[in-house]
């Protein structure tokens, strides 16, 4: 009995496993790269009527747009 207990007991990891290995990382329909929607918001937001250059993270130049 205690034989089978170990061998369904092996069987089911080996299945698990098996399960995990080939279970995709990712999502075919998830963007990599970040949301063009959220730039353009953040943009909007620390440059209202203007064009926004981001220099680094947390630094931006507000630049005027042309007509």
């Given amino acids: 009995m205690k034989l089978m207990f170990e061998g369904a007991a092996v069987v089911i990891t080996l299945a698990v496993l098996v399960l ?6 990712a999502q075919a329909d998830e963007p990599t790269a970040p949301i063009p929607t959220r730039t353009a918001l953040r943009d909007a937001f620390a440059c ?16 005027k747009e042309q007509p």
């Fill in 20 to 25: 995990w290995l080939t279970s995709p990382t």
């Fill in 48 to 63: 209202p009527g203007m064009h926004a250059e981001w220099l680094d993270d947390k630094t931006v130049q507000c630049l």
